[in-house]
């Protein structure tokens, strides 16, 4: 099962946490399509490009290819380590004190409005000061937040996971008490990561990059310490945000690179 949660964004790799960048290929190609039928960045064209970019999420198992095991074998293996513990480390090892519990949650809620606003804010920057950079990226990124959501609800529908604070943390999946808002993924770590790819790509110098990594980072951890997510939650949501991100971004260059020439 991890798996297979983990494979359905295969197109794209994983940096940082919880796979070293270095051992990760680029990205391939989405489908190739005719340079004059795609569309340009803009926010009325945003729509169409995301429903573009569902096809090519939902699809990539298909263009998984064996170099892609370089990354894809350690993150299924992370991903079983952490379902085989996910019990002990909630019921054992993080805290039970609700204080604790409410100020790493309240936490996460304020970075990830952070990087969920920043895309927003730069859009804004972009028309007022007629900076192209700030208004493509702050596209791109509400691009990948969306995409992020749609495939994180998706899979919430399919899993049904218990949150934590469930059954002495016991985490089973397709448990109807589960409701609609299961645990699995993280929904907090899936559109934290979507948008810190793309900022991170479109912004490479390298403190720009740690800084957006570590509060994506920071909301991922603080979901666990905030008892609402499994580790494996918050692991499968971060790789499939930052694959989506990651996606988004380097597909739209990548057609911009052949446009120009």
């Given amino acids: 099962m991890a798996l297979g949660c983990v494979s359905v964004f295969a197109a794209t790799p994983l940096p940082n ?8 290929p680029n990205a391939p190609a989405a489908q190739k399509q005719p340079v004059e039928s795609r569309q340009a ?39 079983g380590a952490a379902l085989a513990t996910d019990h002990h480390t909630m019921s054992q090892v993080v805290s039970h004190d609700a204080t604790f519990n409410q100020d790493n949650v309240n936490v996460s809620d304020g970075v990830i409005g952070g990087l969920l606003g920043a895309p927003v804010a730069l859009y804004g920057w972009g028309l007022m000061k007629h ?37 002495n943390a016991r985490g089973d999946f397709f448990q109807g008490d589960a409701t609609a808002d299961s645990s699995f993924p993280s929904t ?4 934290a990561w979507s948008s810190a790819a793309v900022l991170a790509g479109e912004y490479p110098t390298w403190w720009k990059q740690a800084g957006v990594y570590t509060a994506a980072t ?38 911009e690179l052949r446009r120009k020439n």
């Fill in 188 to 191: 907090h770590a899936v559109l």
């Fill in 41 to 79: 960045v803009t926010a009325r064209n945003a729509p169409g490009q995301v429903i573009r970019q569902q096809g090519a999420i939902w699809t990539s198992p298909a263009r998984i290819r064996a170099h892609d095991l370089i990354w894809l074998a350690p993150v299924a293996a992370a991903t």
């Fill in 218 to 255: 920071t909301v991922s951890l603080t979901r666990v310490l905030g008892r609402q997510h499994f580790p494996t939650d918050v692991l499968v949501g971060s790789t499939i945000g930052w694959l989506i991100g990651h996606y988004v971004y380097r597909h739209y260059h990548r057609w």
């Fill in 131 to 167: 900076d192209q950079h700030a208004h493509e990226t702050g596209i791109l990124g509400s691009e990948a937040i969306v995409d992020g959501l749609v495939v994180d609800e998706a899979m919430k529908l399919v899993f049904w996971r218990e949150r934590p604070v469930l059954h």
């Fill in 17 to 24: 946490a919880p796979v070293p960048v270095a051992v990760l």
